[in-house]
């Protein structure tokens, strides 16, 4: 499983970038696309849309099923990443190159995990 030091983590298993401007980036783990397997299908929010922290902001479809993806945090969708409707697969070959949404005007975040501790809550998870 492959983690990135500079990212924070969510339980659910997105990851979060902040970004200089304040706002975030984000996308699905690395152990979440290999859980899920080859994904087929993805499903985003639009700009302007609201997301609300610990809710669904979209959904990722494989070959064995729907997932929903959650939001961190709470804030306008300020980005999306189009490139990912036309190839899913993206995520699978690059999770933490293959983001999904830049999120603004943040009110609210859940505690995020660094690195050694969403590997341990995987490694938890696992068992």
Same mark, same amino acid.
């Given at each position: 499983?492959?983690?990135?030091?500079?990212?924070?983590?969510?339980?659910?298993?997105?990851?979060?970038?902040?970004?200089?401007?304040?706002? $975030?980036?984000?996308?699905?783990?690395?152990?979440?696309?290999?859980?899920?397997?080859?994904? /087929? %299908?993805?499903?985003?929010? *639009? &700009?302007?849309? @609201?997301?609300?922290?610990? @809710?669904?902001?979209?959904?990722? *479809? =494989? &070959?064995?099923?729907?997932?929903?993806? %959650? =939001?961190?945090?709470?804030? &306008? $969708?300020?980005? /999306?990443? *189009?490139?990912?409707?036309?190839?899913?697969?993206?995520?699978?070959?690059?999770?933490?190159?293959?983001? %999904?949404? &830049? /999120?603004? @005007?943040?009110?609210?975040?859940?505690?995020?995990?660094?690195? @050694?501790?969403?590997?341990?809550?995987?490694?938890?998870?696992?068992?």
């Amino acid at each position: 499983m492959k983690l990135i030091d500079t990212l924070r983590y969510s339980k659910s298993h997105e990851w979060v970038e902040a970004l200089d401007d304040g706002n $975030v980036r984000i996308g699905l783990t690395d152990f979440a696309q290999s859980e899920l397997g080859d994904l /087929v %299908f993805v499903n985003l929010p *639009e &700009v302007g849309d @609201e997301v609300v922290c610990g @809710e669904s902001f979209a959904d990722v *479809e =494989s &070959v064995k099923a729907v997932s929903d993806v %959650f =939001s961190p945090v709470t804030g &306008v $969708v300020k980005e /999306v990443n *189009e490139e990912l409707l036309d190839s899913p697969e993206m995520i699978n070959e690059d999770p933490y190159g293959a983001w %999904f949404i &830049v /999120v603004e @005007e943040i009110t609210e975040h859940e505690d995020l995990l660094d690195a @050694e501790a969403y590997e341990a809550h995987c490694e938890e998870e696992k068992h």
